[in-house]
């Protein structure tokens, strides 16, 4: 899995913020996919430049609100594309699977 994929994932299920989805990812998702604030506000930038999400317009003054994002169609579509891509699975080298 992959962080900008991680995303995708949390966007479709609820448009958020980046603090949201920073808090997200520390309930559920941080169990199996861990990623600091920075790395999400980071990733964010990244999706929303190549057009796979989006800021959602904000009703009033920009300063100081959050920006919600969500995923757009071509965000949508990547998604499908990177879950039916075939990958085969990692060996798992683990000493205590070995004991």
Avoid: C, N
């Avoid at 995708?8 to 559920?28: H, K, V």
């Avoid at 941080?30 to 600091?36: I, K, N, Q, V, Y």
């Avoid at 990733?43 to 995923?71: D, F, M, N, S």
Wanted: glycine letters at 8%; proline letters at 8%; charged letters at 25%.
């Amino acid at each position: 899995m992959s962080l900008p994929h991680a995303i995708l994932t949390a966007l479709l299920e609820q448009p958020s913020s980046g603090l949201e989805l920073t808090r997200r990812f520390d309930r559920s998702i941080g169990f199996f996919w861990s990623a600091t604030h920075q790395q999400i506000y980071r990733e964010l930038g990244r999706l929303e430049t190549t057009g796979l999400i989006r800021a959602l317009p904000q009703a009033g003054p920009v300063r100081g609100q959050k920006k919600e994002y969500e995923v757009l169609p071509a965000g949508r579509a990547e998604l499908a594309r990177w879950t039916a891509a075939a990958e085969d699975p990692r060996p798992i080298r683990d000493p205590l699977l070995l004991r």
